[in-house]
Structures are given as structure tokens and as C-alpha cells.
């Protein structure tokens, strides 16, 4: 009686750790499938040799630079491109490109929408030949797509895509049929009202409450906070451009101004912290609010300080660095100094944070490990490096074939800089062409009009704007210069002084960076 009970009790624990073994096996899975995102792309008239691309935003900030990863898809056997996602323990944002085409571009499908652990999203893409065939502007991205595209989405997660995806669509009817009124706004003593955005606002907030009870609140936080942020900038970017230079007294544009910020404020209470930090758009809207008004063409210590300064004051812990973040991001390029920069970045203490700054703004060329592995080809498809060149200054122009400023630049600026330094050999000027069809980077040569054999022409190999350089170092608009120092030292130019032909401010950048060690 007693072995058997005792048998009785080897096969009892035996079971029990069965038991353990299968639930932990069954809790690992499941936590497995949690934080993971699947996304599945049906779409017309591809071919097995079409691919998708997914850009992941880990940490975003309404830019297409900061990418945590990408992802390539393959036409699948079921006539589908998969992505899944593992890892994922916050909600982030993706992007979807289809190809590239011949110029270098890719063709934006969507752009940073919100994804969350556990989603399993089903896109359809269909032409639908009653929607007009062009370009238009998207109000949340300030981007152009392409309309004639239908969109459907289904599975788990697929309401907060929905959402977005309607919110566009009605936000661009708003903007095709109403005409904007281009007046000063209004401004009584709570808010600052503009008939146009207050129709896009509608717009957005009902789309949202129709969604709401089908999406998870930490979405629906999101979202309010991703809607009002990116409207908001899009208003502030339209004050600045048309309403302020109107305002010839000062003391007026600062009670417009005081009155917008403060009614801005009063918004931004409603909204979690937590949502504020996830948003792609909010970081940037508060940098922009703090900023607007400011000729940061001439930027200064004490601007940059105040600024700083009152980010640090209203806000903390990570929301407070993803703002300091978004400032650098926003401002780098308009004659901050390395040393107002250094003071601003010191002051980010989120480590994840501090390596957003690392990554995006390298201290020299060569501590880019990226750039170190980029190579260009010349018109002999010989490999080019910047590496070849240290030691010296490296003036680089970035440019397309048919594009008009590119030609501009280079007939009033580029050519007088390089017969001004012909004889000195520590400055090399590359022509760097993006045309991800080469042909027509050989051909633009030959025209004279944007470059000349006197030059180092080189092309990014046929990657067009997706070379590493170019993503490295966020160039997004055409012609951009980019001018490097002997010891590898980035310099920022300002976009107007290469775009307007401003020959004085590069010859000094150019001396400047020969006087250097």
C-alpha cells in the first residue's frame, strides 16, 4: 500500500510539473503574441516582383528621419505583403511605401500611423478610377499622396487606422472646397478663432468620437492628442507665413500671440502625459508654440536659453527630453552654434533620448558609423568615399536632374565657389546626384547645367534619396550643401544662403573651416 502511494505521488508531481511547464509554455506565447504586430498588404496589379516597405517610428517626432527600423515584403503566396513586428511593448507609429520609383521616390501609401502591441491589421488597396488622379496636400503630414487609391481596413487594431485614414480624407474634402480666408484672426479674450481650421478641427473630432468606442482609450488619448497637435502646427505655420507679417505693431502681434499660447495651454491640460510623450506631433507643436514669432534665421544664446529653460520649467522626465529633442531636431539648421547646441543637448538626461541626439547629429562625419559605410560611384562606376577626402573640406551639393533651383544654385553660386578655390587643394567640391536612374545623371552632365566635369561627380549609386547619406544626414529638399571640415567637423548652412546664391556666408564657412585644425 505504501509503494503505491508512493507511485501515487511521483505521478502527482510529475503532472504538477507538466502542468507548470504547459501554462508557462502557454503564458510565454501568449505574451509572445502581445507584443506583436502583424500587418498584411493586399493591393491591385502588383507582380512578384513588387515589394513593400515598413517604417518603423519607435520614438517618434513627426520626422521621417528618426526611423528605429525598416522592413522589406516580399509579394507573398496568398497575393500579400507581411510584416510582423516583435518586441513591441508601446504603441508606435509605421509608415508604408510601395517601390521606388524612377526618380528615387517612394511611393507614400500611409504615413506614420499609430500601431499598438497585440495588432493584427488587414490594409486592401484598390485603384478606384472615379477618384481624380493627382497629388494632393494631407493636412496631418504636410505631404502629397496619391488619391486614387482606396483603402479598407479589418482585423484587430483596425479602427484606429480607419480613423486616421477618414480624418484625411474628410479634412482634404474641407480643404479642395472651401477657399481658406486669409484674415487677421480673431481674437476676443479666451481664443484666437480661424474659420478654416475651426472646420478641420470639426472634422477631426467627429471622426474621432465615431470611432472611440471601437478603439482601446490609450488610442483614443493619442489620436486627440496626434489631431489637435498636428491642426495646430498647420495653423501656427499659416500665421507665421501669412497673418504675422501682416501686423506692423509689435505690441499687437504679442497680445495675438499671448492670447494664442494661452489658449493653446488650455487645450494641452485635457490631454494625459502619457499621450503627450507617445504623440508624433505634440513635441513639435510645443517647440513651435515656444518659437513662433522668432526669426530663428538669427538665433541667439539668450533665445536659445529662455527656451530651453521653459521647456524645463513646465515640463518632465522623458516628455521634457522628447521636447528637447524636438528643438535641436527643429533648429539645428538655422545657425545654432555647436556650442548652443552642446548646451541645449547636455540638457537631455533620457538615455534613449540622448541616443536620438547621437545618432542624428554625430559630432564629426567619421563618428557616423553609417556614413563610414556609405560609398558613391562616379560616371566610370568607380567607388567613391568620403573617407578619400580627409584631411581636406569637403563642399557637397546634393541634386536631381530637372530640378530648376538645383540649376539656379549652380549657375550663381556653386560655379563662382569653385573657380574662387580652383588653385587650393585642401577644398574638394563633390556634385553628389541622387537620380536612382543613372542615365539621367550621365545625361544632366552633359547639359552643363547643373554640375560641370570640373567637379567630383558622383551618384548614390542608384539607392536615390534612400542612400544612407541621405538619410544620415536628413536631406529632404533639393538643392542642400553640406560642407565638412578637415578633422571631419559638420557644418550647418543656412538653406537660404545656398538656395539665394549667397556667395559671402559659404566663402566664410569655407575659410572658417580652413583655419580649423
Known sequence: MKKFLSRLASLFFLVSLSTVSVNAN???ARLSYENTVKISVSFDNVNRYDSMQLLIYKYAFDNDFLIHATKIAKLGSDGSFKFVLECIDHPIYVSLFKDITKNGSRIILLQQYLVEPGDNVAISINIDSTIRSQKVLKVLNNITYIPNYRF???GKGSEKFACRYESDLRIQKVSDTSSRIRGIFEVDTNIIEHRYFDIIAQCARETLEKYKDYMSEEAFSILSVDFFSAIELYKMHYMKRYELPLIRDDSVERKVLNKYQDYLERRESNFSN?????SSYYSKMVVEKLCIGTKFSVINRGKLTKVVSSIKNKFSGELRDKILVALLLTYSNTGLSSEMFSEAKSSVESIHYKKVLNAAYPNTIWEAAVTNEAK?????????????FKGKIIFMDFWFSGCGSCAIFYKTTLSKLKDLFKFNSK???LSVNVDADQSNWINAIATGKYTSVDLINVNTGGSGVNHPIIRQFRISSFPEVLIIGKSGK????YKDEFKGGKLGSLISIINDALNQP
Open 26 to 28: 502557454q503564458i510565454k
Open 152 to 154: 479598407k481596413f479589418s
Open 490 to 493: 559638420i557644418y550647418s548652412v
Open 376 to 388: 558613391f560611384v562616379d560616371v566610370y562606376d568607380n567607388v567613391v568615399k568620403l573617407s578619400d
Open 427 to 429: 577644398v574638394v567640391f
Open 274 to 278: 502619457y499621450a503627450k510623450l507617445i
